[in-house]
C-alpha cells in the first residue's frame, strides 16, 4: 500500500537497556529476526559519548534537544557521513513525535564509539539522537539497504 520494502524492516527498542543489542532487522520472508545489534541513543541533557541514560533514554521531537524520538521513519537517500563509515541515510519521521527529524538532522549513521559486542551492564555511549550503529553493522546494513529497490520502515520505540 505504501510502496515500503516487502523483505524487512527495522525495529529499534528504547526501552531495552542500551548495553544490549536493541536494534532488530524483521525477515518477512523467515517472520523472525535475522540480525540484531547495539544502536546509541541521545544523551538529552546529560554529557555527550557517556551512557548516562543508558537504562532510560530521553524521548523528544525538539530542536537542540539531543534526544532521540520515536515513531515510524522512512529510510531516506543515502549520503555522506562525517562519523564511521562515512555513510549515512535520511530520516524522514512519519509521526508528530519526529516529524523534525530531517531539520534537527537525526539520520542513520554508523560510530566508532558503539560496539559490537554487548557492553551490560554499561551502556552504548550515548550521541544526539541519531541511531548510530557500529562500522561493522552499518557496512552490513548499508549493502541490505542499498539492494532494496523500495524505501525500507525504521520504527523507534
Not at 554508523?110 to 551502556?123: C, I, L, M, N, R
Amino acid at each position: 500500500k505504501n510502496q515500503l520494502n516487502t523483505y524487512f524492516f527495522i525495529l529499534i527498542d528504547l526501552k531495552r537497556h542500551s548495553g544490549l543489542k536493541r536494534f532488530y532487522v524483521w525477515d518477512f520472508k523467515q517472520n523472525d529476526i535475522s540480525e540484531s545489534y547495539l544502536v546509541s541513543h541521545g544523551c538529552g541533557s546529560n554529557p555527550w559519548k557517556q551512557d548516562q541514560s543508558k537504562d532510560n533514554a530521553q524521548i523528544s521531537n525538539e530542536n537542540n534537544s539531543h534526544c532521540s524520538s520515536t515513531g515510524k521513519y522512512i529510510i531516506g537517500n543515502r549520503g555522506v557521513s562525517n562519523w564511521g563509515i562515512k555513510v549515512k541515510y535520511l530520516l524522514i519521521g512519519q509521526d508528530a513525535t519526529n516529524s523534525n527529524a530531517l531539520k534537527r538532522a537525526i539520520v542513520f549513521h554508523s560510530w566508532e564509539a558503539v560496539t559490537d559486542e554487548e557492553v551490560f551492564p554499561k551502556g552504548t555511549l550515548e550521541g544526539w539522537g541519531c541511531p548510530a550503529l557500529s562500522n561493522k553493522a552499518m557496512t552490513e546494513m548499508d549493502k541490505r539497504i542499498k539492494k532494496s529497490n523500495k524505501k525500507i520502515l525504521m520504527w523507534i520505540i
